[in-house]
């Protein structure tokens, strides 16, 4: 069968092993093909091709609920269940998602961007299908990264006490994005080398079992059995949270994955499979990263798998720009140390990683604790930088506005990936923080509108000493390395303005120079604000504003609620001033996956659309 005929997963059950083997070959290079030319998460998928084979083979989904925890594993799920002739539009505007959306098939029973939700769910789910007196599995996959976040250690916790039948399957390749770091990421190698105790309890019970006697001894053995047991496995992570373990397995292997899915269909309560896997499995530029490099990647040349866009001449990444500036300031500075929960690679941090190792820190997927870790560096005298993806930060809000914020304490905020992302969509779209920080008190929150400023930014929060926030978006920027100038916190600054000044355009971040680029080539009469600081604002320029009487044009490419214009329009109310303003933003809903220039299109922001209206408005 062509993988493009595929319609549900039934037709599985039909094939031998040779032919699921040769299944797993064939969805391999489909994914490698495929991806290098809508781009996407490609090594985590290579390496569950044979896992979601066999869990589709022993399971039947949509009855039995299979799914996965983040939900970029899911590619191969999507093939299986019929979605293999859209696959042109993986992560395209108006395409299938790169996650599991339950909006595009019965068989995707959850939804996630982020980690570790996938065995909070599954309980809540195991829970309604016993009070329903229904009978059906429920199988989460979860990988080695995301099972040692709290959020899924809270779940173990509850999910061992709750005793449910549940079938986790444990992915372990040693890495989340890059390598996993931790004690628990040791403890997980000490399972990989352990002998099984599942395997043990086989081989003794199929021994003793071939004539009466040896029957006799294995029923009076439950105390050699738990002796055993207890020191091979349960004195393991799994143990101490009361469930059952079997493994590891060579995840790899689809005779062995099926054989132990099966046995533990028959358990009841709760049991983790613990597959051990290669993330990039059969692809050999995936194989050989261990630096993340290979997780999520645009399009690229499959023979030599280099990526088909390069960054253009003179450019540099916005999080690479923060990252150099932050080695340079942190060569002069001993105080300084940087902090990332899991993302050295994404947030461009490895020159730090690497000339400071004992200042640097990865803190796993672990957003809570590495802002509370801050804080406590922070207060004992030290200067740290965090570096988090703005849809990642909000699991961390407690965190900034109880533990740093409340306390005043100088920890340096680095907002990675903020704005519209593009492809990743939904759950990943960077558009909530300025509402999630500008509410909390002693926060300073601001954007550069290019890279000199971003540099300046930085400088600036660490002469300062307050919880400051900088947020940056994905791309790449025009290098700019000059020297530092401390801004002036709250401070903006106003471009072509003139006597003959008929309007104002407020924006912020990369918008700023687009907007003087398009008023200037269009000799327009209208003058552009960059409102580098969300929080505080520039009360003063407010007031100018009000006194001059013209109209305001407010526009922001993140969420409208809580953002740049309500600030602006809160202060006018509670300082008695008008202005006449009309706002161009995001609304209350959610925005798709796409390219930003189209997503844009599609929420009435695009700069074109926004510059004809105000046009209009002037007319």
Aim: aromatic letters at 10%; a negative charge.
């Amino acid at each position: 069968m062509k993988i493009t005929d595929i319609k549900d997963p039934s037709f599985l059950k039909d094939l031998s092993i040779n032919e699921l083997n040769d299944l797993a070959l064939d969805i391999r290079q489909f994914l490698i093909n495929s991806v290098s030319k809508t781009g996407g998460h490609l090594a985590s998928n290579l390496g569950v091709v044979e896992l979601t084979i066999a869990l589709h083979y022993v399971f039947n989904s949509p009855v039995d609920k299979i799914f996965f925890d983040v939900g970029h594993q899911c590619y191969t799920h999507k093939l299986l269940t019929g979605r293999a002739n859209e696959f042109s539009t993986l992560r395209q505007y108006d395409g299938i998602s790169g996650f599991e959306k339950r909006r595009e098939s019965e068989h995707d029973v959850w939804e996630a961007g982020h980690s570790s939700t996938s065995l909070s769910a599954a309980l809540g789910m195991a829970i309604a299908r016993d009070l329903n007196g229904e009978d059906y599995a429920i199988v989460p996959v979860i990988g080695d990264g995301a099972i040692a976040s709290g959020m899924a250690m809270e779940a173990l916790n509850s999910i061992g006490s709750e005793q449910k039948k549940l079938i986790i399957i444990f992915n372990d390749n040693n890495m989340s994005i890059s390598k996993n770091v931790g004690a628990m990421a040791k403890g997980f190698a000490r399972l990989r080398s352990a002998k099984s105790y599942n395997s043990l309890k086989s081989n003794v019970k199929n021994v003793l079992k071939k004539n009466e006697l040896g029957k006799l001894m294995y029923s009076g053995m439950k105390s050699v059995k738990d002796a055993i047991k207890e020191s091979v496995i349960d004195k393991g992570i799994f143990g101490e949270f009361n469930l059952e373990y079997m493994g590891p397995v060579d995840g790899h292997n689809i005779t062995d994955l099926i054989r132990v899915l099966n046995v533990a269909k028959e358990h009841d309560g709760p049991v983790v499979i613990h597959a051990i896997t290669q993330k990039g499995h059969g692809y050999a530029p995936c194989e050989k990263d261990l630096d993340g490099n290979w997780h999520g990647v645009g399009p690229f040349n499959v023979d030599t798998g280099l990526p088909l866009k390069q960054t253009p001449l003179g450019f540099k990444k916005w999080s690479s720009i923060i990252s150099d500036t932050l080695v340079e300031l942190a060569e002069h500075d001993p105080k300084i140390l940087c902090l990332t929960p899991a993302m050295v690679n994404g947030s461009a941090l490895e020159p730090f990683f690497a000339k400071f190792p004992y200042r640097s820190f990865d803190c796993g997927i672990a957003e809570e604790h590495a802002l509370t870790f801050a804080a406590g560096l922070a207060i004992s005298g030290y200067r740290p930088f965090i570096s988090i993806y703005s849809s990642f930060l909000q699991r961390g809000y407690d965190q900034i506005n109880h533990d740093i914020a409340r306390m005043d304490l100088p920890v340096v905020i680095g907002i990675d990936r903020a704005g519209l992302v593009g492809e990743d969509g939904e759950t990943h779209h960077g558009v909530f923080d300025i509402g999630i920080l500008r509410p909390i008190p002693n926060m300073i929150l601001s954007q550069p509108k290019d890279a000199k400023e971003a540099r300046d930014l930085l400088y600036t929060a660490f002469n300062q000493s307050h919880p400051f926030a900088i947020r940056y978006p994905r791309g790449e920027v025009q290098e700019n390395m000059t020297a530092f100038n401390e801004i002036e916190i709250g401070s903006w600054t106003v471009f072509n303005e003139t006597p003959n000044t008929k309007a104002y355009i407020l924006t912020y971040g990369e918008d700023v120079d687009k907007c003087i680029d398009k008023v200037t080539v269009n000799q327009l009469d209208i003058a552009v604000v960059n409102c580098r600081f969300f929080k505080p604002l520039d009360e003063a320029f407010i007031q100018h504003l009000a006194e001059k009487n013209l109209p305001v044009f407010i526009y922001e490419t993140d969420m409208l609620a809580g953002g740049l214009s309500s600030a602006i329009f809160e202060y006018c109310n509670d300082a008695n001033l008008q202005i006449h303003s009309k706002r161009y933003g995001i609304r209350d809903h959610y925005v798709g996956q796409g390219a930003t220039n189209l997503l844009k299109k599609d929420q009435f922001i695009d700069l074109n659309y926004v510059l004809d209206d105000i046009l209009k408005e002037l007319e």
